[in-house]
């Protein structure tokens, strides 16, 4: 099959091309502003499927939107005609169409060349009135407010919010991905005359961006927003996109004795949190035990012995564990418990509590096993 998109170095486009690899479509025509303007004949003649994404929305000129939204999708229609190609065409188009300045005409303009292509043809044709689109390899000040405050906090510069109260709709490129794919095999989300993206999120300003700024202290506190929100675990992810490339690593406050070493790596208010515990050799560490608070341990290298006894008993129960066979042991509340370093090398134990340590009600009490 072959896929002729317009607009392929665009936001939407490097996205769609790639995700098309990715299932299987390698026939793919990619046609740019840099492109030579002769190949548009031959990708009109031989494509089968025409995803047409180039468009204008930040000119110089005024008179570029409808040179752009209007003049090259006739164009681009009229080089299909000329060669007789049926092949199903996917317009984006904006909710801004509905909005009387020129670049909501010039959408407005674009549409009605593909209803009436299709009045004319019958050729299949699907507009998709987007709302804003966020993700991966957008572009500050240009694409979306998403990628302007993910790119200026994720750099500490400032960010302008005119009205904290405004609220924006979005769709994350994914789902709009995904809707196009569902087109492509002919099978869009249709309301009335227009297709949609199903799946829209709604934020005002101010909490997107107080969300985003959260995200880059997340990076002192240890604290994970809450990813059960879709589209908080999709800002993470397009917030993610934008680090500068010198600054995907950051030291974590590593608490240091002569016994080895203790670090907090993840905090979260609804999962609890995760740390990195090192061992030297013959060292124990524990011997308390809580009310309520309960743990996962996790030995990835070295060897260990984990100790458990109930606080009302005198019985003591073992467990031997070690980095050669991957294996939890639970921390049932109630129990007093130590885990000592039984090898020659370091013991590094991965733990989950299910809260976060609170100075405050530590619900820590010494007690050896």
């Not at 099959?1 to 790639?18: D, H, P, Q, R, W």
């Not at 005359?193 to 002192?220: M, Q, W």
């Not at 515990?277 to 260990?304: A, C, M, Q, R």
Request: aromatic share 12%; glycine share 6%; charged share 25%.
């Amino acid at each position: 099959m072959n896929i002729l998109v317009t607009g392929a170095n665009g936001f939407v486009g490097k996205n769609l091309v790639a995700e098309l690899r990715n299932n299987g479509y390698n026939n793919i025509f990619e046609f740019t502003r840099e492109s030579d303007p002769s190949l548009l004949g031959k990708y009109t003649k031989e494509c089968d499927f025409v995803f047409h994404l180039a468009g204008v929305n930040r000119p110089k000129n005024e008179n570029e939107f409808m040179e752009g939204n209007f003049g090259f999708t006739s164009k681009l229609l009229e080089l299909l005609k000329k060669h007789g190609n049926k092949a199903p065409i996917l317009i984006t188009s904006s909710i801004q169409a509905v909005k009387d300045n020129p670049y909501g005409k010039s959408k407005k303009a674009g549409e009605e060349l593909l209803f009436n292509y299709y009045e004319e043809t019958d050729v299949k044709v699907y507009v998709y009135r987007l709302p804003n689109l966020f993700g991966k390899w957008s572009k500050p000040n240009y694409n979306t407010v998403v990628a302007t405050y993910c790119h200026n906090i994720a750099r500490g510069l400032d960010i302008q919010i005119n009205n904290p109260d405004v609220e924006i709709n979005f769709s994350y490129i994914d789902d709009v991905l995904e809707e196009f794919l569902k087109a492509l095999e002919g099978n869009p989300t249709i309301q009335g005359d227009y297709c949609v993206v199903p799946i829209t999120h709604h934020i005002k300003l101010g909490k997107l961006a107080n969300l985003i700024k959260s995200f880059k202290e997340s990076r002192h506190n240890l604290n994970i927003a809450n990813m059960e929100d879709p589209l908080t675990k999709k800002l993470y992810s397009t917030y993610l996109s934008f680090l500068p490339e010198d600054e995907f690593s950051y030291d974590l406050k590593m608490n240091s004795d002569e016994r080895g070493s203790f670090t907090e790596f993840i905090r979260t208010p609804e999962r609890g949190q995760v740390s990195i515990n090192i061992s030297k050799p013959g060292i124990t560490k524990g011997n308390h035990w809580h009310h309520t608070k309960n743990e996962k341990f996790l030995v990835v290298s070295g060897e260990g012995l984990i100790r458990f006894r109930k606080i009302d008993s005198e019985d003591i129960i073992e467990y031997r564990v070690s980095g050669d066979k991957l294996q939890v042991i639970d921390i049932p509340a109630g129990y007093t418990h130590s885990i000592v370093n039984i090898g020659e090398s370091d013991l590094v134990t991965v733990m989950w509590a299910n809260e976060c340590f609170d100075p405050d009600k530590p619900d820590t009490y010494f007690l050896e096993v």
